[in-house]
């Protein structure tokens, strides 16, 4: 079956590649005549020379630049075509004839309306100086290349009002989440919405070269054409597309190792029999004081002395199983070219990641994680006629996973490693068998090499075809466009079984004890999951006309999205989206978008809504009393006003307006019969539905500033925004005498509010080029209804508290003797109270402490914050990228109470009658611990950092050398992912992802460096 997936994948892409060869074939003949030399002078209106204005021809590899008198020489053919472009001016087309001397003129165009100056928005483009709704832009030839598998870890820090929390490290699954403008409701985390080429695709695993550019959309004003599924912004992702005036072949490649950092420090096997005898004591001295400890002084010598490593093993398995670091690897080809008529973009990419086990090598087979990744994309533009343009996407990726045993994935094997005492047994017995016993009769190395493996092979498959038809002879302006996409996956999983017997030779018999079973090789279940299809079809008119000082721009659009997964029903979605922008004078601007759409998932009478919003702007810096001002380059307001919804409301089942039923044919319903009931056959009501269920809605207000200051090296955006978020699903106040679960009611109200901002700067030193990025979103919210509040005294209750509140017992230090424990309120958290344990506050003053003793701590919302440098020096280039939070808080009680029986290198600073004054963490114990992990603000610390997330240095080879080898550009740098983090927790952890190598088996943080290479021809 292995095989099968691999020949399919094959043949799309050797039919990928012959498709692409074809276009090459066409797009390349040309029938250019005998070279001329040609020399242009190239002035503005006013016959001012330009200098610095790129002159490319159409079709051709040739390209050259004007000098400081605005003049170029280039060596062409007859009837070509010349592109001239320079930022500020319109882009200008001159046709070569047999004049070989001549002059072009440019038209200046205004400030961020120039050709660089597009930023994309639903089923479109708009100029930077015509926007009036808040959307956060930027293209990725400015980004580094950091080598890792989740391509949302590149934009980290780069982006305003969009947060990148890094949710993971394993291989393959490096993912981050996305959330845009903070949190905004107490259902739920919920990430932005991701198109891909203007369809709702998963885009992580997608590489950094098929990426063009990303928009962050924020406001109603941009966000209501989306209708239900807009509410949690979204992120627009373009892929990059041939160009008709320069053709070339890029390759990059880039080697690297991830260094496992912040693993769990383990005690050695002395520290952790004294620490255990310590904690057995602490236990048994609440009924006698007398116990002897668990592990006698010969035994606590010899694990000091390590006189005997079989009956006395000191393991660290942190050091025997993980690795220091581990490969990865990434090589990537694309082209890109075409003609006037016949445009592409193709791309071939592997990634290769390698886990973080060791000795995994068994006598059959390698059980160490593992991530390989297979990228293609072919998008290509046909010009038909001269008003008709086909434009087809075509991409995929085959992804290959592995882990060690039938689980599929690591969990278990690092909690063996992590929660595993050091004494529990010798990895090998003196006789070469696995060491184990009753209570560990897992043994790492057997996990590892003789417990089998699991492998998880999963093909994507995206098409996207879209027709744009312009209608100037019915309308001039008009054009029709129709998009329909089809985007499949499918994950395919099979492994093998096997066992090992595990000996313990420690209790002195002749035979030694065996656990576990001898297996041979078994093959495991082979089974498709994970596998859906879904399906997006978008028509409709769009309208782009300017008449004098009079500008539109409207389109009008019908979608149907249909997504199927195996043995469910197919989910629908489906409506109606336009759009008008106007501007009067290009200062003046006017802009109305609405939405309307429907989910299936909802209840007829509520299935639909309609969700308008109104922006516009003013550019005073065009106004008279400002244009000339030595300060302002550019100035703007802005504002938007609206309304856009949310249908994914994680409903426990779908169609939550129906009431479900459940037929007993086992005697499981209803009871009947006195004195003794007996159960009937009768069908039972499972739940009662709510058919008033609905979508919540999401209320935007923003207003903003755009400015350009001194001589325009100089930017900033500014925004302010206020939300109202309502009907949240929370739970009912229907009583419970109905004896029937009621589920959730749309009751819910957030109110959120905030600021968000970023600033560049851009300027040349002589020879050095240097620019600066920055950005900073603060946000607030307020829980303004939810249900749950009956019955709760207002210090429990969640009105008016941010939706990251959560309820804390208040602690007051730690007891130090009885006499403070008799003087105190009695605990109901453990059955008894001993010195070393937390103190709680009384706050009901009630003399006991229980459940109404926690209190609801706000913590407010984080605040996310980014900046970043770039130079460029000659050959050299150097960029960083920051991210950094701040206002955050996490608890830390699972982080010091994991290992063995909760032991590790902090449990060396626990109280005790010894260190009690400098003691960080309470007493030891194993049993009875309810009061010490309660859920107390004893334990939550400030999680704030800043990382450098990116940080690469580049040498460009010269252009002198580049012609010798006919290259346009070749680049060799190094390059790192996460090489520094800031923070005040204190902790050896990673404050973003505090549990990675430290509990339950979580994958350890992982630092990224690589070499890197990018070469185009």
Request: net charge neutral; charged share 20%.
């Amino acid at each position: 079956m292995k095989h099968q997936y691999q020949y399919k994948y094959l043949k799309w892409a050797f039919s990928l590649l012959f498709l692409i060869s074809a276009v090459l074939a066409i797009a390349q003949d040309n029938s250019a005549g005998k070279a001329l030399i040609y020399t242009g002078t190239l002035t503005d209106i006013n016959n001012n020379p330009i200098a610095g204005a790129t002159v490319e021809v159409q079709e051709k590899n040739i390209t050259t630049t004007t000098d400081a008198a605005g003049k170029f020489t280039l060596e062409t053919a007859l009837n070509d075509v010349l592109v001239l472009k320079m930022p500020g001016y319109l882009p200008t087309l001159f046709y070569l004839n047999r004049n070989t001397e001549f002059k072009v003129s440019m038209e200046r165009v205004k400030l961020f309306a120039g050709d660089d100056d597009d930023v994309a928005i639903p089923f479109g483009t708009r100029k930077k100086r015509y926007l009036t709704s808040s959307i956060s832009s930027v293209k990725t030839e400015e980004l580094p290349q950091p080598n890792t598998s989740a391509l949302s870890n590149v934009f980290s820090g780069r982006l305003a009002g969009l947060s990148i929390s890094q949710a993971d490290t394993r291989p393959g699954n490096d993912i981050s989440f996305l959330r845009v403008r903070g949190q905004t409701s107490f259902a739920g985390f919920p990430d932005a919405m991701v198109l891909v080429d203007g369809i709702e695709r998963d885009f992580q695993d997608i590489d950094i070269n098929e990426i063009e550019n990303v928009s962050v959309l924020k406001d109603a004003a941009s966000l209501s054409w989306y209708g239900l599924r807009g509410s949690n912004g979204v992120v627009l992702i373009n892929t990059k597309r041939g160009s008709a005036t320069k053709s070339s072949i890029k390759f990059d490649a880039q080697y690297g190792l991830q260094a496992f950092d912040h693993l769990i420090k383990p005690l050695n096997s002395y520290q952790y029999a004294t620490l255990y005898n310590e904690a057995y004591l602490n236990d048994r001295s609440k009924v006698n004081s007398t116990t002897a400890p668990f592990y006698n002084q010969a035994t606590l010598d010899a694990y000091q002395n390590k006189t005997d490593p079989f009956l006395f093993p000191d393991n660290n398995y942190t050091d025997r199983f993980i690795r220091k670091s581990s490969p990865i690897q990434r090589y990537v080809v694309s082209a890109q070219g075409g003609s006037s008529r016949v445009r592409y973009f193709a791309l071939l990419g592997y990634m290769n990641q390698q886990g973080v086990f060791k000795g995994t090598e068994g006598p059959n087979y390698n059980s160490n994680n593992m991530y390989k990744r297979f990228n293609f994309r072919g998008n290509i533009d046909f010009d038909i006629t001269n008003s008709l343009l086909v434009s087809v996407n075509i991409a995929g990726r085959a992804e290959n996973r592995r882990n060690p045993n039938q689980s599929g994935s690591t969990n278990p094997i690092l909690g063996y490693i992590f929660n595993t005492p050091p004494n529990a047994y010798p990895i090998i017995n003196a006789n070469g068998s696995f060491g184990g016993n009753a209570a560990y009769a897992q043994n790492i190395m057997g996990e590892l090499t003789e417990r089998g493996m699991l492998r998880n092979i999963q093909r994507v498959g995206f098409a996207n075809i879209e027709a744009t038809q312009k209608l100037d002879a019915l309308i001039k302006g008009l054009s029709a466009n129709v998009l329909f996409s089809y985007d499949a996956q499918g994950d395919f999983t099979s492994g093998f079984i096997q066992n090992y017997n595990s000996f313990d030779f420690s209790t002195g018999a002749a035979v030694p004890v065996s656990f576990q079973s001898r297996l041979d090789y078994v093959g495991g279940s082979q089974q498709f999951n994970n596998s859906r299809r879904s399906n997006e079809f978008w028509a409709g008119l769009d309208y782009d006309r300017t008449f004098s000082d009079h500008k539109v721009n409207a389109s009008v659009r019908g979608m149907r999205r249909v997504n199927s997964i195996f043995v469910n029903l197919d989910e629908r979605i489906q409506g109606l989206s336009a759009r008008v922008d106007y501007a009067f004078k290009q200062k003046y601007l006017l802009g109305l978008t609405m939405g309307y759409s429907g989910d299936d998932d909802l209840p007829p009478a509520n299935r639909y809504g309609f969700f308008p919003a109104v922006s516009a702007g003013w550019i005073i810096s065009d106004e008279d009393f400002l244009i000339g001002n030595k300060t302002f380059n550019f100035l703007k307001l802005r504002a938007s006003h609206g309304k856009v919804g949310n249908s994914d409301l994680n409903f426990s089942r779908r169609f939550g307006y129906n009431t479900y039923w459940d037929r007993n044919a086992t005697g499981g319903g209803y009871q009947f019969g006195t004195p003794t009931p007996t159960a009937s056959n009768s069908a039972v009501e499972l739940n009662i539905g709510n058919p008033r269920l609905t979508y919540e809605t999401f209320t935007i207000t923003n207003a903003g500033v755009d400015v350009s200051l001194f001589n325009n090296t100089f930017s900033a955006t500014v925004d302010v925004f206020k939300n109202r978020r309502e009907g949240i699903l929370t739970s009912s106040a229907i009583p419970s005498i109905l004896g029937q679960s009621t589920g959730n009611v749309n009751e819910g109200i957030v109110d959120s509010r905030g600021l968000e901002g970023s600033l560049f700067y851009k300027k040349d030193f002589g020879q050095v080029k240097f620019s600066l990025n920055a950005n900073l979103l603060v946000s607030d919210n307020e829980v303004v209804a939810q249900g749950g509040q009956t019955g709760l005294p207002a210090y429990q209750q969640t009105i008016g508290r941010n939706v990251y509140s959560n309820l804390y017992y208040i602690s007051e230090g730690i007891y130090q003797n009885t006499a403070e424990i008799a003087a105190g309120p009695k605990s109901t958290l453990a059955g008894s109270t001993l010195p070393g344990d937390i103190r709680y506050k009384d706050v009901n003053k009630d003399g006991v402490i229980d459940a109404l003793d926690r209190e609801q701590l706000d913590w407010g919302s984080p605040t996310y914050y980014g900046f970043g440098t770039a130079l460029r020096y000659k050959i050299l280039d150097f960029n960083a990228q920051f991210q950094g939070v701040s206002n955050r808080a996490i608890s830390i009680q699972n982080l010091v109470r994991v290992g063995p029986n909760g032991l590790n290198q902090l449990s060396l600073d626990r109280w005790t009658p010894a260190t009690a004054s400098p003691a960080t963490y309470p007493r030891l114990g194993l049993a009875d611990q309810g009061n010490n992990t309660a859920t107390s603000d004893f334990w939550l610390r400030d999680a704030g950092f800043l990382k450098l997330k990116t940080v690469e240095l580049g040498i460009n080879l010269p252009p002198g050398l580049l012609s010798r080898i006919h290259a346009q550009s070749i680049r060799f740098y190094l390059s790192a992912f996460n090489p520094l983090t800031f923070s005040k927790l204190g902790l050896d952890v990673d404050p973003e992802l505090p549990r990675a190598g430290q509990a339950e088996g979580q994958y350890p943080y992982a630092r990224t460096y690589s070499l890197g290479l990018s070469a185009r021809f």
